[in-house]
């Protein structure tokens, strides 16, 4: 089955500079890789997918690039607020299932 | 768009008892249900696939018997804890794929919390 590694396991920021969390999966046949953030004590939601025929995804101050030959996906936040704070999880898809990340803790400092 | 909700938000119950957990893609059709469970400050760990109106898919290690899922519509889904212990204590989590477009994109509900005493 697919593996997912997500670093680091944690992240704590400045509020307005960038935050990259970096992932790395081992079947090379996934070909979706969303994102998702966690507040405590909620599901998760959604935030920025990319499918395996794109390098590379923006959604306003949200980034994701994606290398197939290296098997690796990052996050990247640009201008963090207070908000931003929460956990992320990567995911990779494997016939329709997703393997998630261990997650990211993120913080970002007043 | 693309809204799941799940019900109850919260359950306290006695060890022995059985709990059922809802949960509702309510603007869209969902081909499939997913069933997660997440203890405190871990992944999300995949318990059951199910597509309506077929038996559920159950990942390796979890017990069919004990975790009873139905998808009796396009729009429901449950998960019943039967004989429910302490150690079944957790976050769960169902999510749901659309039936059109992008069928692998999963949306979340907001999770069940279930403690057993």
């Known amino acids: 089955g697919e593996n997912v590694e997500q670093h680091p396991s944690t992240l704590s920021v400045q509020e307005g500079d960038s935050a990259v969390i970096k992932c790395t999966y081992s079947?090379?046949?996934?070909?979706?890789f969303p994102w998702y953030k966690q507040e405590l004590g909620k599901g998760p939601q959604l935030i920025i997918d990319?499918?395996?025929?794109?390098g590379e995804k923006k959604d306003q101050r949200i980034a994701v690039t994606l290398n197939k030959t290296a098997k690796h996906f990052s996050l990247h936040i640009t201008e963090t607020q207070p908000e931003d704070s929460a956990v992320y999880f990567c995911?990779?898809?494997?016939?329709?299932?997703?393997?998630f990340g261990a997650g990211t803790t993120v913080t970002v400092r007043a | 768009g693309a809204v799941v909700s799940q019900h109850p938000s919260r359950v306290i119950c006695k060890s022995g008892t059985s709990v059922k957990i809802e949960c509702r893609s309510l603007d869209f059709q969902a081909t499939t249900m997913f069933w997660y469970r997440q203890f405190p400050k871990q992944s999300l760990m995949l318990m059951a696939t199910?597509?309506?109106?077929?038996?559920?898919?159950?990942e390796q290690g979890v017990e069919k018997d004990k975790f009873l899922i139905n998808h009796a519509s396009l729009t429901l889904s449950t998960l019943t804890v039967t004989s429910a212990h302490p150690e079944d204590s957790s976050f769960y989590i169902c999510s749901a794929s659309a039936l059109a477009g992008k069928s692998d994109t999963q949306y979340f509900g907001p999770g069940t919390r279930l403690t057993v005493l």
């Open positions: 079947d090379s046949a996934s070909n979706y």
């Open positions: 990319i499918r395996s025929n794109v």
């Open positions: 199910s597509n309506e109106g077929s038996k559920a898919t159950y």
């Open positions: 995911a990779a898809t494997f016939i329709h299932k997703l393997s």
